[in-house]
């Protein structure tokens, strides 16, 4: 098949959504099929690395739901995208979040094919989708197939306009992300335990609970380290914290390339990810179990999907730097749960390998074929 995957982001800015949709274009093309990336990009000239990716625009940045998104707004969409879809006749366009102004709205305005979109957020509410439902469900209406990454995903999109969703998680590359790839001696061989956190620099990631649980355990406790990949517009703030407070250890190592992010998580003993909400999946959670590291988490919705409590992590209130503290501090003290619970995540990542995932895409996109060949007998 021809597929072009749409992303409304900027794919100079990592993020899941991103990182989904590259990963996905490397599998789709593994089994062979013609691929186009479509987003925009801040960055000029660059392909980002990904064979038959298109610039579409550059972005601007747009508040919601804790975090900063960079969405495509151009004058230019209308006449780019038409031309584009005129001269490559796609058999399925598949959008991530496909009702974002700007990008997936335009494409799926002209695409006459199948659609299929994914829908990747979860939050507690979202006034454009309440107060654009008018406006919106024209689109959502020449959807053939959609997907939610998760039941909280899935439940939230759903407040807003009902239909037929397959829930299809995202998904790990596990020749990636593995357990025996070669240690980090820079981490540390000292024999203490080392504490990962990977995620933006930004409020909903939680990362100031961290913090001061990780200082709680170290006035008790003087065998491990903190160590932070990521980078944001509080980044500064947390460093000169952590300077303030004089806690020691804690090493922040900012954006790091993707070919030592794997070998970061493989120097680790233990991951955290204490976000406050807004997080329909947590791809960063099966990224740590496919590396065999046993996970702390917050008990939001869209994380508890994913670990079980007691077996292949432990999950804490969020908001929490008590509870943090107390669940850091068990696996600290006993490497032999460490290795219990890495061994049953390990496990567990495996259901959520691309090659597993690309199958159940690839079912409904055949499924959104079939109702965009014959539109009369399907509507929704």
């Known amino acids: 098949m021809k597929v072009c995957l749409v992303s409304p982001y900027d794919f100079i800015h990592p993020g899941g959504v991103t990182e989904h949709v590259r990963h996905l274009a490397d599998e789709l093309r593994r089994r062979g099929h013609d691929v186009t990336v479509l987003a925009p990009s801040s960055r000029v000239p660059d392909d980002h690395g990904i064979p038959g990716f298109v610039r579409i625009g550059r972005s601007v940045p747009v508040r919601g739901n804790g975090s900063v998104a960079r969405i495509a707004l151009s004058f230019h969409l209308v006449r780019r995208v038409r031309a584009l879809l005129d001269r490559e006749d796609f058999d399925v366009v598949h959008y991530h979040e496909p009702l974002v102004p700007g990008l997936p709205i335009t494409t799926l305005r002209f695409h006459r094919g199948a659609n299929v979109g994914t829908f990747h957020a979860m939050a507690r509410r979202n006034l454009g989708y309440y107060y654009g439902r008018p406006f919106l469900g024209r689109y959502f209406r020449r959807l053939h197939g959609l997907i939610a990454v998760s039941e909280p995903a899935r439940d939230f999109i759903s407040r807003y306009f009902e239909g037929d969703y397959t829930i299809v998680p995202n998904g790990i590359d596990g020749a990636r992300f593995r357990p025996d790839l070669p240690r980090l001696p820079e981490l540390g061989d000292d024999g203490k335990t080392t504490i990962l956190f990977v995620g933006r620099m930004e409020q909903r990631k939680g990362l100031p609970v961290l913090l001061q649980a990780y200082a709680q355990l170290r006035q008790r406790r003087d065998d491990c380290r903190l160590v932070i990949v990521g980078d944001g517009p509080m980044r500064w703030a947390y460093e000169r914290q952590c300077e303030a407070t004089g806690v020691p250890d804690v090493r922040f190592l900012g954006h790091v390339s993707a070919d030592i992010l794997p070998r970061i998580y493989a120097s680790s003993d233990i991951f955290c990810s204490p976000a406050n909400g807004g997080e329909s999946f947590g791809i960063v959670l099966l990224e740590a179990m496919a590396s065999g590291v046993p996970v702390v988490a917050s008990a939001i919705p869209g994380f508890s999907h994913v670990v079980e409590a007691g077996g292949d992590g432990l999950l804490v209130p969020p908001g929490k730097?008590?509870?943090?503290?107390?669940?850091?501090?068990?696996?600290?003290?006993?490497?032999?749960?460490?290795?219990?619970?890495?061994?049953?995540?390990?496990?567990?990542?495996?259901?959520?390998?691309?090659?597993?995932?690309?199958?159940?895409?690839?079912?409904?996109?055949?499924?959104?074929?079939?109702?965009?060949?014959?539109?009369?007998?399907?509507?929704?």
């Open 321 to 380: 730097p008590d509870g943090f503290a107390r669940a850091l501090e068990s696996l600290v003290a006993d490497p032999g749960l460490r290795r219990s619970m890495g061994g049953l995540g390990l496990e567990k990542s495996r259901r959520y390998d691309w090659r597993v995932v690309g199958d159940r895409i690839l079912d409904v996109y055949a499924q959104a074929r079939e109702r965009a060949r014959d539109p009369i007998i399907w509507s929704r």
